[in-house]
């Protein structure tokens, strides 16, 4: 299977997407926004650690007009390549946001 096809059906999904899509407006003051993730991570393989699914969420506030601080949080469960140990790879992340 060349690249070419193995990609198409991820382009025809996004190319839909893109033709649906509608025009964002600006969030006002006060607008809370939450959100659910789902993360792939890939390590290299000199740390030991297998590549793995994890799941998080994220939360905005927009403070004042076109401004915003979000933060989001994801855990990834993982082993390790040698021995048998578990790993918790917990990753959080905090944004200041304009919307344009």
């Known amino acids: 299977?060349?690249?070419?096809?193995r990609f198409l059906p991820l382009i025809i999904v996004a190319a839909l997407v893109a033709a649906?899509?509608?025009p964002a407006q600006a969030q006002r003051r006060s607008t809370i926004?939450?959100?659910a993730l789902a993360r792939?991570?890939?390590y290299d393989d000199?740390?030991?650690?297998d590549d793995a699914w994890g799941l998080g969420g994220r939360l905005g506030w927009f403070f004042a007009d076109n401004w915003a601080i979000e933060g989001d949080g994801g855990l990834t469960q993982t082993k390790t390549t040698v021995g048998a140990f578990d790993v918790n790879h917990t990753a959080i992340h905090v944004h200041l946001v304009r919307a344009v």
């Open 1 to 5: 299977m060349s690249s070419r096809s």
């Open 46 to 49: 000199s740390v030991g650690l």
């Open 33 to 35: 926004e939450l959100g």
């Open 40 to 42: 792939y991570t890939l």
């Open 20 to 22: 649906l899509a509608f």
